[in-house]
C-alpha cells in the first residue's frame, strides 16, 4: 500500500507559476513510477507528467511541454511538478499516482495509487 498526500495548489494569475508537491508514505517509493493527471470539470482524467523510479526518463502530455517540469526525490520520497507560464486551460485538479510498471504509461488504469487530488486554478 502506498499513500499519497499532494500540496501546493492555488490560484494563481496567468502566466504565474506553481509548484505542486506529492508526499508518498508507505512502501518503497523509490520503486515506483510516479504520474501527475488533471481533471478539469467535465473531461477526463488526463496525463501530464511521469517520471521513472529511478528519475532516468521523463514524459510530458505535449500541451506543457517547455513549461512543466516533473522531478522526484526518493530521500524524500516526494515527486514534484513545477509549473510555469501557466494557462486558463491548466485549470483543473491534479492528482499524483504511483505505478508498479518499470515504464512511463500515460493510461490512468497502469497506475495503482492515487492522491486524493489538489486544486489549480488559473485566472486570465
Known amino acids: 500500500q502506498v499513500q499519497l498526500v499532494e500540496s501546493g495548489g492555488g490560484l494563481v494569475q496567468a502566466g504565474g507559476s506553481l509548484r505542486l508537491s506529492c508526499a508518498a508514505s508507505?512502501?518503497?517509493?523509490?520503486?515506483?513510477?510516479m504520474g501527475w493527471f488533471r481533471q478539469a470539470p467535465g473531461k477526463e482524467r488526463e496525463f501530464v507528467a511521469g517520471i521513472r523510479s529511478d528519475a532516468t526518463s521523463t514524459a510530458y502530455v505535449d500541451s506543457v511541454k517547455g513549461r512543466f517540469t516533473i522531478s522526484r526525490d526518493n530521500a524524500k520520497n516526494t515527486v514534484y511538478l513545477q509549473m510555469n507560464s501557466l494557462r486558463p486551460e491548466d485549470t483543473a485538479i491534479y492528482y499524483c499516482a504511483a505505478s508498479s510498471i518499470s515504464f512511463i504509461l500515460s493510461g490512468p488504469s497502469a497506475y495503482r495509487y492515487w492522491g486524493q487530488g489538489t486544486q489549480v486554478t488559473v485566472s486570465s
Open positions: 508507505g512502501r518503497t517509493f523509490s520503486n515506483y513510477v
